[in-house]
């Protein structure tokens, strides 16, 4: 018989940690842990976290759920059908805990050169927005810890600031020695998006994440079509639960890439079915966590290193709370590795 319970874990930043959408100084996130009579002393364990503005999960809600779905665990299926659609993150949160339940309680689901140690998944360098002596020394930091991608938001300070950082960086760094990404967060407004990608352009740029905001997809269809610089959709893909619609939405914008967080997106097995419909129609991709702790990052990075993708992925957070848990995750030389004989410290069970 299946048990679970839920543990409010708010994650506290090392700094003020500034975003488009204001200055966090921390993340609520909610721990899952499920068990089963069968298996005594197993426990699996899954992240509930939400981001202010961005995740779709009702937050006056949510612990009104987590409680329903940890005194009833096995309706999770039916509930997942009907509502699961509304709360992306707690269903990622739940599904992550299951599966972590069926395949020891270990925090270890797959066996390949990642889990073992012997190979870490390459990440971008994130630049915290901030004064743009901030975002320059950040970006010195990075390059010399050995990052070659790096990803800036762009769109909510003055653009002419943000030029002047682009400007720096290629004054120091060729694009052969660091690759820039960039993330709007749908900052653009439609009549100035293609003019600002344009002058944009200028620094060699690997890509733009959801320059206009989400829902305009004849607008995002033709910046794709004509813009200078790769456009990625992001926050484009969040609340697109159908697949039909998934597949209609990527018809008529033809992205060049998507970016896939599993905690919007309603979990793992959803990010593989956009993943199929974007290889269907020759759509790159990569993968970013959503700030989760290491309990989340850790469900995403395994699922990444089963996935066939050599490209940086946004899988570098877990060193930016006071309180994150330990874990054998590690970022070293612009990767994300894991090291086994590292071990878990999970919060306290109310299993």
């Known amino acids: 018989m ?3 319970g839920f543990t409010y874990y708010p994650l506290h930043f090392l700094q003020p940690a500034g975003t488009s959408r204001g200055v966090l100084q921390q993340k609520e996130s909610w721990m899952i842990s499920v068990s089963d009579h069968q298996y005594e002393g197993i426990r699996g364990w899954g992240e509930c976290s939400l981001i202010p503005g961005l995740s779709p999960d009702n937050r006056k809600l949510i612990e009104n759920e987590l409680e329903y779905l940890c005194s009833n665990p096995q309706l999770f299926p039916d509930w997942k059908e009907k509502k699961g659609h509304l ?6 949160g739940f599904e992550t805990a299951l599966h972590d339940l069926s395949t020891g309680g270990k ?3 797959t066996e390949n050169a990642f889990t073992s140690g012997l190979a870490g998944i390459p990440i971008n360098g994130l630049i915290w927005m901030g004064s743009l002596d901030f975002m320059k020394e950040q970006l010195i930091n990075k390059v010399e810890a050995g990052f070659t991608c790096i990803k800036i938001k762009v769109g909510a300070l003055n653009f002419e600031d943000e030029l002047t950082l682009l400007t720096f960086i290629r004054s120091r760094y060729s694009p052969a020695e660091v690759e820039i990404r960039l993330d709007a967060n749908g900052a653009f407004r439609p009549e100035e998006a293609a003019e600002k990608i344009k002058q944009l352009s200028e620094f060699t740029i690997h890509s733009i994440e959801q320059p206009v905001k989400p ?7 033709g910046l794709c079509e004509t ?5 990625a959709l992001d926050e484009e893909l969040i609340g697109i639960c159908n697949q039909d619609e998934r597949a209609a939405m990527l018809k008529t914008i033809s992205p060049q890439y998507i970016i896939l967080k599993p905690s919007l997106l ?10 199929h419909l974007a290889n269907e129609k020759r759509i790159g991709w990569w ?3 959503a700030l989760e702790s290491n309990i989340g990052l850790n469900a995403i990075a395994q699922w990444v290193s089963d996935r066939n993708t050599s490209i940086p992925q946004g899988l570098g957070t877990g060193q930016l709370y006071t309180n994150n848990l330990l874990s054998p995750l590690q970022v070293q030389n612009a990767a994300l590795f894991h090291t086994p004989e590292l071990a878990w410290k999970h919060p306290r069970s109310s299993v």
Do not use: C, N
């Open 107 to 109: 925090s270890l689901f």
């Open 227 to 231: 813009s200078p610089i790769p456009v």
């Open 2 to 4: 299946l048990k679970a």
């Open 215 to 221: 829902g305009q997809w004849e607008v995002m269809a």
């Open 87 to 92: 709360y992306p993150a707690l269903r990622f």
């Open 266 to 275: 309603g979990g793992l097995h959803e990010a593989d079915l956009w993943i």
């Open 287 to 289: 993968a970013t966590s």
